[in-house]
């Protein structure tokens, strides 16, 4: 790639005039990215989608542009995803009827994503095979690699022959047409070609493909009026947006008008809190706790290393203390959160703070696109902390340190990756009040799958209702380790259950064999219902069902038996210290098991003290279809009746008091877990 028109100069042109120098950017080079656009589609309007698309990303992403990477780089890799994108979008097969069988990009479309993303950077737009793993997120050895590979199909699709030559020397083809190949090895694979016919028919052909591939950059002939019709597009959406701009700053201009006129009434008749926090509170959460005078704006600031938090306000009541804030990076686009976990400590947790309590509820982070949030540099949460002890106080917050939010999961290895902080020292003394909550009885029993619950009490607080309930695990073959909701339903109000505020363990009732927990929904406060529907989701059973299977490490594997109707099967017995046994089960919808539960029996367990652990699982996400979605790509709440099975187990076992090999000889299945999906609905009076 010619970098030298990557110059500081245009780079500060670029952000001087936006959109027309982006224009003029792509104008300088359309016959390349043409070229680039037509391995992913074949139809004009298609390639100009992509032209589009990349000018507006790229426009709108201008501010995270750095000065030490290359701009053409940088540029491309928008085209490529935005290509990639379009083809996922879009299929070509249709277009591909129209194009010759021997055309260059009909054979391109026969080709790996890799392989033809690297030809076509490679050849179409001259990036360096550094430039190429930069874009593609691969090394220089997988360059060469595809790029050899890629090139060897085109030639067998174009109908050049087939050539072989002698695979020890195949990898020096690229080097050596690129004239980067060291003068001794060049010399030395120069001495074999000259010796070699088959190597000589090989190169050659190999060549032809290669200064084919070169040379289509020039011979690709653009569409008349393509640049034009791709800028009148843009110039079309900057119109309508700044349209849209005039007419919400004469929205915003009306309302301030109206404003002032029902300021003066708002006083009068006693409703300019609920005016007020309808139009000036954008979280809808605290706009309503801030309309019934259950909270106050507090917006305390404070500020470090470049970060800025603000605390909006606090709500305090028997079961949290929510707090809302903002936090703003004034010198780049991150976005950070506070966890109450890390990082964040409580001064005078031991004077205001419940220390009975024994669990804090989990604060996820909140979809910034959901709440309308377009500045990448801001995030705006909430944090959950333990109930306050006292009637009002201060609490005296300090946070350390602020954890990063991925902001494309897709893009950036989503929430599984690396966790990242921002340190810093930031103090406030938030004030507060605590605010009543309404507790009902409610002594209900219900049969939910042949096992005894009891829903215990109802606590209706301003920030969420809390559902306490109980469950028998006595005797029996199956048990209940885990309840979920669906919901709560009034007359007038549906609200639902919070993913991770449920399942909260409060204690046990030995003596009754009686365990209580709690979950938690959004809240019914203001509601003030007089009967509640409660409507179950989904109990989590362990089930006892016992199975011996005799394992033997001489016979040959894999070994396979049947269990519920399924089959597993011993792929591997491994006898050492540790020992390993790798099992697999088939997987359907049928199948009765989700996991197994099991404990295994050596030639060692009478005289000597044998341990166990799982080393490694994998399993699969299924739905009620029997449709499998994958596990770091999936929205739990958009999936129908989601049960996660295990597949594959790698268990080790170790001898703790010797160095003598464990000798696995019997498989005891001990029974299983599953997860049954209820629609029990129990109505509540609340008293």
């Known amino acids: 790639m010619n970098t030298s028109q990557t110059a500081p100069l245009l780079i500060s042109r670029v952000r001087e005039k936006d959109l027309e120098m982006v224009m003029e950017w792509f104008l300088q080079r359309k016959q390349s990215f043409y070229a680039l656009g037509q391995i992913y589609v074949s139809k004009q309007e298609d390639i100009e989608d992509i032209f589009y698309r990349s000018i507006i990303s790229i426009h709108n992403e201008l501010h995270r542009f750095k000065k030490d990477t290359s701009f053409d780089t940088w540029a491309i890799s928008h085209f490529i995803h935005n290509g990639r994108d379009l083809t996922k979008d879009k299929s070509f097969r249709d277009s591909e009827s129209q194009m010759s069988d021997q055309t260059l990009f009909h054979a391109f479309h026969q080709l790996d994503d890799l392989e033809k993303e690297g030809i076509a950077l490679s050849y179409f737009n001259e990036c360096s095979y550094e430039e190429v793993g930069r874009i593609l997120d691969i090394s220089e050895e997988k360059v060469k690699f595809v790029l050899f590979s890629g090139v060897r199909k085109l030639r067998k699709e174009l109908d050049h022959g087939s050539f072989e030559g002698c695979p020890e020397y195949h990898k020096h083809y690229l080097d050596y047409l690129g004239r980067t190949m060291d003068r001794p090895e060049k010399v030395e694979f120069e001495m074999h070609i000259y010796h070699c016919q088959g190597c000589q028919e090989d190169l050659a052909s190999f060549q032809e493909v290669v200064l084919t591939l070169a040379g289509m950059t020039d011979a690709v002939e653009v569409p008349a009026g393509l640049i034009e ?335 519920l109707g399924n089959n597993i099967t011993i792929d591997e017995i491994k006898v050492g210290n540790p020992a390993k046994v790798i099992l697999t089960h088939d997987v359907s919808k049928d199948r009765p098991y989700e996991r197994v539960i099991y404990g295994f029996s050596s030639d060692h367990l009478r005289t000597e003290n044998i341990s166990m652990g799982v080393s490694d699982t994998d399993g699969v996400l299924m739905d009620k279809t029997g449709k499998i979605h994958k596990i770091d790509a999936y929205e739990y709440d958009q999936m129908n009746q989601p049960r996660y099975f295990e597949t594959i187990q790698t268990i080790d076992f170790y001898n703790d008091s010797s160095r003598e090999d464990v000798t696995p000889t019997k498989l005891e299945i001990e029974g299983y877990s599953t997860t049954k999906y209820v629609d029990d609905r129990v109505k509540v009076k609340l008293d």
């Open 229 to 563: 019709r791709i800028k009148s597009k843009v110039e079309e959406r900057e119109a309508r947006r700044q349209r849209k701009k005039k007419k919400r700053k004469s929205i915003w201009l009306s309302i301030a008008g109206v404003f002032a006129m029902v300021v003066s009434m708002g006083f009068v008749t006693g409703g300019f809190s609920s005016l007020y926090y309808a139009w000036t509170e954008e979280d809808e959460q605290l706009r309503v706790i801030l309309q019934h005078d259950l909270g106050e704006r507090l917006n305390l600031e404070s500020e470090s290393n470049g970060v800025k938090i603000t605390i909006k306000s606090v709500v305090a009541d028997d079961v949290q203390t929510l707090v809302f804030y903002e936090i703003e990076d004034t010198e780049k686009d991150n976005r950070y959160m506070m966890n109450a976990h890390e990082g964040v400590h409580i001064e005078n947790e031991y004077d205001v703070m419940r220390r009975d309590v024994q669990h804090m509820y989990y604060s996820p982070p909140v979809d910034q696109d959901e709440i309308q949030n377009e500045e990448k540099n801001v995030y705006k949460g909430t944090m959950s902390l333990l109930p306050v002890s006292v009637g009002s106080g201060t609490i005296k917050l300090n946070v350390a340190r602020l954890m990063q939010i991925v902001q494309d999961p897709k893009k950036d290895g989503g929430y599984r990756g690396e966790v990242t902080f921002a340190e810093g020292d930031w103090s406030f003394d938030i004030p507060f009040t605590k605010q009543s909550s309404r507790v009902h009885k409610l002594d209900k029993e219900t049969d939910i799958d042949g096992i005894q619950v009891r829903l215990d009490k109802l606590t209706v607080a301003p920030t969420t209702t809390l559902l306490q309930y109980s469950f028998q695990n006595q005797g029996g073959d199956k048990r209940i380790d885990v309840i979920t909701f669906d919901a709560l339903e009034t007359d007038k109000k549906k609200v639902e259950a919070d993913l991770f505020g449920s399942n909260m363990y409060v204690e046990s009732f030995d003596q009754e064999g009686w365990t209580a927990y709690t979950s938690s929904f959004n809240t019914l406060y203001f509601e003030n219902p007089k009967e509640v529907t409660i409507q179950f989701d989904s109990i989590h059973l362990s089930v006892d069902d016992r199975k011996t299977i005799e394992l033997d490490a001489a016979k040959d594997m894999p070994q396979t038996f049947e269990y």
